[in-house]
């Protein structure tokens, strides 16, 4: 399970730092806020509805892992072949929702100097949302065939290759122009067509067979829809949860939004690794229930769950021994720091509950169930925790400390609903 976790886990954390690297490059900019301020913007409008694309396609680790555990390579390339159909499919759909989103960043109150940045940033960027589902396809397939260690390399060479572009089209060295932020985002378009071609090259040398069934793309596309979708949903709940809360903090002082800003940062850095758990629970599982090895699968689920949990402990205690010191390598506002401190503290404590719902999540994906995630984030996030934490916020004056309050408690909830239901699948199986 290690094997195949920790490449995963940093596959999850190099698919992240791109946007990373392009804020921080963009930063060297003249006029450095603005510039800032439009990569930040223009990647949470793409991200918001690329991720969901990303998450129709993990019905895939369902249907291709099932199929090599049962010996069936055939099923496993046209389930391939099923995820090119829905990715051409929800490319349009996807793409036409980042561009129809551009107006409303002038409604939430984004300044004129950052919105026109960040919408020539996403009018580059979402050439790259294709490329970014072909990567997910592949990669899924790889994860069944438990070749996960390219995807590492893939993603960490990809990154290389965008810091690369960002210096030379950010800046215009090497005769190439000064396109600035937009430079950037070109950048990222040229990455994530290197990553695409990588993998490839990397499927058809392990599988020189995987796409012989290409032309079939929508016959099995029912079948990843009912499985990709619910996944995606979840995604979307979770992913819309965190940023209602950002938008909440948005309300009170700049001090809170910056505090919020920071642990939301240092919290989705630690969530990276429990997510590439995952992965390895879906993969990992999926092939045992495709072998008839009920026992197998079983011990595959717990296995991750206790590799998250494990690490989940250590993140904790970074963040309980340590808050200070993540603070002032964001910022040296006293003000900021302090508050970010106490919200540090109740990222710690959900941080164990973070990881046993994200490897439930994956595990029970495996098994081919993608609903009862979802149920339980709608319920969890929107229904209890987003409420809970806005009357704090307002009603009894905790301000930002109760939102997170509130997502503490949503995430307690999921974390051992979703565990609970884990156990319940493996007793009656």
Known sequence: MLGIAVPL??????????GVVDTIMVGRLPASAVAIGAASVGNALFYVFAIFGLGLMSGLDTLASQAIGAGDQTRARRAVASGFGLALCATPVLAACILG????????????????EAISFVHALVWSLPLLLVYSILRRYLQALHHVRPITFALITANAVNAFGNWLLIFGHWGFPALGVRGSAISTVFARIYLAGLLVIVVLRKDPAAFTYIRELFQDIGKLLRLGLPAAATIGLEVGVFNASTAIAGTLDPVSLAAHTIALNAASVTYMVPLGIASAAAVSVGRAVGAGDRHGAARAGWHALGIG??????????????????AEAYTADPGVIELSVSLLFVAAIFQL??????????????????????????????????????WLCFSRNWGVIGIWDGLCLALVLIGLGLTAIWRKANHTT
């Open 353 to 390: 509950f973070d990881g046993l719902q994200t490897v439930a999540t994956g595990a029970l994906r495996g098994l081919g169930n993608t609903r009862t995630p979802m149920v339980w984030n709608l319920l969890g996030y929107w229904v209890i925790g987003l409420p809970v934490g806005y």
């Open 101 to 116: 989103g551009a107006p409303v960043l002038a409604l939430i109150g984004v300044t004129e100097p950052v919105r026109t």
């Open 9 to 18: 886990a940093l596959a999850e954390l190099g698919w992240m730092s791109m």
């Open 309 to 326: 949990v494990a690490y989940e402990i250590i993140s904790a205690l970074c963040f309980l021994l340590f808050p200070r010191q993540i």
